[in-house]
Protein backbone atom coordinates (compact mmCIF):
# COMPACT_ATOMS: atom_id res chain seq x y z
CA UNK A 1 0.00 0.00 0.00
CA UNK A 2 1.46 3.05 -0.95
CA UNK A 3 1.53 6.38 1.86
CA UNK A 4 1.25 9.44 0.22
CA UNK A 5 2.15 12.71 1.79
CA UNK A 6 0.97 14.90 0.10
CA UNK A 7 -2.16 14.36 -2.90
CA UNK A 8 -1.62 13.65 -6.17
CA UNK A 9 -4.66 14.00 -7.19
CA UNK A 10 -7.56 16.95 -7.58
CA UNK A 11 -8.80 18.17 -4.09
CA UNK A 12 -11.74 18.19 -5.46
CA UNK A 13 -11.95 14.59 -6.04
CA UNK A 14 -11.96 14.46 -2.13
CA UNK A 15 -14.87 17.08 -1.12
CA UNK A 16 -18.31 14.76 -1.59
CA UNK A 17 -16.73 11.39 0.32
CA UNK A 18 -15.25 14.23 3.07
CA UNK A 19 -19.77 14.99 3.43
CA UNK A 20 -20.30 11.80 3.77
CA UNK A 21 -17.28 11.03 6.87
CA UNK A 22 -18.84 14.10 8.62
CA UNK A 23 -22.34 13.15 8.31
CA UNK A 24 -21.61 9.87 10.00
CA UNK A 25 -19.60 11.91 12.42
CA UNK A 26 -22.80 14.25 13.49
CA UNK A 27 -25.22 11.31 13.41
CA UNK A 28 -23.31 9.43 15.71
CA UNK A 29 -22.67 12.54 18.13
CA UNK A 30 -26.48 13.95 17.55
CA UNK A 31 -28.49 11.02 17.87
CA UNK A 32 -26.35 9.54 20.92
CA UNK A 33 -26.65 12.90 23.01
CA UNK A 34 -30.38 13.39 21.71
CA UNK A 35 -31.56 10.57 23.03
CA UNK A 36 -29.86 11.16 26.66
CA UNK A 37 -31.02 15.25 26.87
CA UNK A 38 -33.68 14.58 29.36
CA UNK A 39 -31.49 12.81 31.38
CA UNK A 40 -28.57 15.22 30.76
CA UNK A 41 -31.24 17.54 32.12
CA UNK A 42 -32.35 15.82 34.99
CA UNK A 43 -29.11 14.68 36.08
CA UNK A 44 -29.32 14.15 40.07
CA UNK A 45 -27.12 15.79 41.36
CA UNK A 46 -27.65 18.48 38.97
CA UNK A 47 -24.94 18.89 36.05
CA UNK A 48 -22.74 21.80 36.90
CA UNK A 49 -23.08 25.45 34.71
CA UNK A 50 -19.85 24.80 33.57
CA UNK A 51 -21.06 21.86 31.80
CA UNK A 52 -24.43 23.69 29.96
CA UNK A 53 -21.46 25.90 28.94
CA UNK A 54 -19.00 23.50 27.23
CA UNK A 55 -22.25 21.65 25.72
CA UNK A 56 -23.15 24.66 23.81
CA UNK A 57 -19.51 25.51 23.23
CA UNK A 58 -19.47 22.40 21.40
CA UNK A 59 -22.65 22.25 19.55
CA UNK A 60 -21.53 25.74 18.26
CA UNK A 61 -18.32 23.20 17.04
CA UNK A 62 -20.16 21.23 15.35
CA UNK A 63 -21.94 23.92 13.63
CA UNK A 64 -18.29 25.52 12.56
CA UNK A 65 -17.14 22.26 11.61
CA UNK A 66 -19.85 21.90 9.11
CA UNK A 67 -20.33 25.11 7.62
CA UNK A 68 -16.07 25.24 6.84
CA UNK A 69 -16.74 21.67 4.92
CA UNK A 70 -19.67 22.99 3.49
CA UNK A 71 -17.84 26.27 2.17
CA UNK A 72 -14.90 24.03 0.48
CA UNK A 73 -17.83 22.16 -1.29
CA UNK A 74 -19.45 25.38 -2.71
CA UNK A 75 -15.73 26.59 -3.89
CA UNK A 76 -15.79 29.65 -1.12
CA UNK A 77 -12.20 28.33 -0.34
CA UNK A 78 -11.35 32.07 0.69
CA UNK A 79 -14.09 32.22 3.04
CA UNK A 80 -13.38 28.46 4.36
CA UNK A 81 -9.67 30.13 5.23
CA UNK A 82 -10.71 33.30 7.02
CA UNK A 83 -13.33 31.19 9.16
CA UNK A 84 -10.84 28.66 9.94
CA UNK A 85 -8.47 31.16 12.36
CA UNK A 86 -11.72 31.50 13.81
CA UNK A 87 -12.68 27.68 14.06
CA UNK A 88 -8.87 27.50 15.77
CA UNK A 89 -9.99 30.28 18.63
CA UNK A 90 -12.84 28.31 19.14
CA UNK A 91 -11.04 25.04 19.68
CA UNK A 92 -8.95 26.39 22.27
CA UNK A 93 -11.88 27.42 23.98
CA UNK A 94 -13.75 24.30 23.27
CA UNK A 95 -10.57 22.19 25.04
CA UNK A 96 -10.63 24.71 27.96
CA UNK A 97 -14.23 24.37 28.81
CA UNK A 98 -14.23 20.41 28.07
CA UNK A 99 -11.82 20.00 30.59
CA UNK A 100 -13.42 22.54 33.14
CA UNK A 101 -16.39 21.00 32.91
CA UNK A 102 -15.47 17.39 33.30
CA UNK A 103 -13.51 18.23 36.22
CA UNK A 104 -16.26 19.60 37.70
CA UNK A 105 -18.73 17.25 37.14
CA UNK A 106 -16.76 14.33 38.39
CA UNK A 107 -16.02 16.57 41.61
CA UNK A 108 -20.20 16.85 42.06
CA UNK A 109 -20.65 13.50 41.56
CA UNK A 110 -17.65 12.07 43.77
CA UNK A 111 -19.90 10.40 46.26
CA UNK A 112 -22.66 9.16 43.29
CA UNK A 113 -22.93 5.54 43.54
CA UNK A 114 -22.07 3.98 40.63
CA UNK A 115 -19.67 6.88 39.44
CA UNK A 116 -15.99 5.96 39.66
CA UNK A 117 -13.05 8.36 39.81
CA UNK A 118 -11.56 6.03 37.36
CA UNK A 119 -13.59 7.35 34.52
CA UNK A 120 -11.65 10.59 34.07
CA UNK A 121 -9.48 8.51 31.98
CA UNK A 122 -11.52 8.01 29.23
CA UNK A 123 -12.87 11.80 28.98
CA UNK A 124 -8.97 13.29 29.57
CA UNK A 125 -7.98 10.91 26.74
CA UNK A 126 -11.02 12.00 24.19
CA UNK A 127 -9.65 15.37 24.82
CA UNK A 128 -5.84 14.83 24.59
CA UNK A 129 -6.58 13.27 20.80
CA UNK A 130 -8.62 16.00 20.08
CA UNK A 131 -6.14 19.04 21.08
CA UNK A 132 -3.01 16.96 19.70
CA UNK A 133 -4.80 16.10 16.38
CA UNK A 134 -6.54 19.41 15.87
CA UNK A 135 -3.91 21.00 16.59
CA UNK A 136 -1.89 19.27 14.03
CA UNK A 137 -4.51 19.58 11.35
CA UNK A 138 -4.22 23.60 11.75
CA UNK A 139 -0.51 23.23 10.93
CA UNK A 140 -1.02 21.30 8.02
CA UNK A 141 -3.51 23.77 6.60
CA UNK A 142 -1.45 23.99 3.20
CA UNK A 143 -1.52 20.12 2.30
CA UNK A 144 -5.27 20.28 1.83
CA UNK A 145 -5.65 16.63 2.00
CA UNK A 146 -3.69 15.89 4.81
CA UNK A 147 -5.59 18.53 6.54
CA UNK A 148 -8.82 17.58 5.92
CA UNK A 149 -8.23 14.09 7.19
CA UNK A 150 -6.53 14.76 10.33
CA UNK A 151 -9.24 17.33 11.32
CA UNK A 152 -11.93 14.67 10.67
CA UNK A 153 -9.85 12.40 12.78
CA UNK A 154 -9.26 15.13 15.86
CA UNK A 155 -12.89 15.24 15.45
CA UNK A 156 -13.61 11.06 15.85
CA UNK A 157 -11.73 11.48 19.56
CA UNK A 158 -14.87 13.63 20.71
CA UNK A 159 -17.40 11.31 19.20
CA UNK A 160 -16.82 8.75 22.28
CA UNK A 161 -19.68 10.36 24.29
CA UNK A 162 -22.22 10.56 21.98
CA UNK A 163 -21.78 6.78 20.61
CA UNK A 164 -21.22 5.78 24.32
CA UNK A 165 -24.98 7.49 25.03
CA UNK A 166 -26.45 5.82 22.47
CA UNK A 167 -25.27 2.00 23.59
CA UNK A 168 -26.46 3.01 26.70
CA UNK A 169 -30.12 2.28 25.40
CA UNK A 170 -29.38 -1.10 24.32
CA UNK A 171 -26.18 -2.85 26.77
CA UNK A 172 -25.43 -2.37 30.23
CA UNK A 173 -22.11 -0.98 30.84
CA UNK A 174 -19.36 -3.84 29.51
CA UNK A 175 -16.65 -5.17 32.92
CA UNK A 176 -14.15 -5.87 30.85
CA UNK A 177 -11.43 -3.85 28.84
CA UNK A 178 -12.20 -5.19 25.81
CA UNK A 179 -15.79 -4.85 26.24
CA UNK A 180 -15.23 -1.04 27.71
CA UNK A 181 -13.04 -0.32 24.45
CA UNK A 182 -15.65 -1.41 22.00
CA UNK A 183 -18.68 0.57 24.13
CA UNK A 184 -16.59 3.97 23.93
CA UNK A 185 -14.26 3.83 20.75
CA UNK A 186 -16.34 1.31 18.35
CA UNK A 187 -18.28 4.50 16.39
CA UNK A 188 -15.14 6.84 15.95
CA UNK A 189 -13.29 3.73 14.92
CA UNK A 190 -16.10 2.28 12.22
CA UNK A 191 -15.32 5.88 10.49
CA UNK A 192 -11.76 5.71 10.32
CA UNK A 193 -11.71 2.35 9.27
CA UNK A 194 -14.10 3.31 6.76
CA UNK A 195 -12.14 6.29 5.33
CA UNK A 196 -9.00 3.92 5.31
CA UNK A 197 -10.76 1.16 3.35
CA UNK A 198 -11.98 4.31 0.99
CA UNK A 199 -8.72 5.86 0.85
CA UNK A 200 -7.10 2.28 0.22
CA UNK A 201 -9.48 1.00 -2.71
CA UNK A 202 -8.59 5.10 -4.26
CA UNK A 203 -5.12 4.84 -3.60
CA UNK A 204 -5.37 7.90 -1.94
CA UNK A 205 -4.17 6.32 1.80
CA UNK A 206 -1.98 9.22 3.45
CA UNK A 207 1.13 9.11 6.11
CA UNK A 208 -0.46 11.41 7.93
CA UNK A 209 -4.00 10.04 8.42
CA UNK A 210 -2.04 6.34 9.42
CA UNK A 211 0.19 8.15 11.57
CA UNK A 212 -3.29 10.06 13.06
CA UNK A 213 -5.39 7.12 13.26
CA UNK A 214 -2.22 4.98 14.95
CA UNK A 215 -2.26 7.88 17.62
CA UNK A 216 -5.96 7.87 18.27
CA UNK A 217 -5.94 4.02 19.22
CA UNK A 218 -3.19 4.66 20.97
CA UNK A 219 -4.31 7.18 23.36
CA UNK A 220 -7.87 4.97 23.56
CA UNK A 221 -5.83 1.72 24.82
CA UNK A 222 -4.12 3.66 27.09
CA UNK A 223 -6.91 5.02 28.74
CA UNK A 224 -8.67 2.00 28.79
CA UNK A 225 -5.84 0.94 30.13
CA UNK A 226 -6.02 3.46 32.95
CA UNK A 227 -9.71 2.74 33.46
CA UNK A 228 -9.06 -0.81 34.59
CA UNK A 229 -5.87 0.02 36.48
CA UNK A 230 -6.00 0.02 40.43
CA UNK A 231 -3.00 2.34 41.26
CA UNK A 232 -5.09 4.52 38.73
CA UNK A 233 -8.83 5.40 41.11
CA UNK A 234 -6.84 6.49 43.88
CA UNK A 235 -5.04 8.92 41.81
CA UNK A 236 -7.84 10.23 40.11
CA UNK A 237 -9.85 10.49 43.12
CA UNK A 238 -7.39 12.84 44.48
CA UNK A 239 -7.18 15.10 41.59
CA UNK A 240 -11.03 15.29 41.40
CA UNK A 241 -11.11 16.45 45.56
CA UNK A 242 -8.46 18.89 44.96
CA UNK A 243 -10.47 20.44 42.14
CA UNK A 244 -13.43 20.01 44.23
CA UNK A 245 -12.07 22.32 47.08
CA UNK A 246 -11.53 24.80 44.15
CA UNK A 247 -15.70 25.01 44.10
CA UNK A 248 -15.22 25.49 40.59
Known sequence: MQL???????ARQDRRITLLWLGLFLAI???????????????????????HVHAALTTIWLLILTTQVLLVELDNVKLHRKLGWFAAGWAVLLIFFAAWGELSWEATNL????????????PLGNLLGFTVLITWGILLRKNVAAHRRVILLANLSIATAGFARLLELFINH???????????????????????????MKNRVMQQ?????????????????LFYNPAWKPLAGAVIQAWAKLNL
Open 4 to 10: HTRATWS
Open 174 to 200: PKSPGGSFFFYYSGALFIAVLMLLWDW
Open 209 to 225: FVIGAAFLVAVQVVSIS
Open 111 to 122: HTPGVTPAFLAI
Open 29 to 51: VLIGFGFDFTNYLHETPAVPKVV
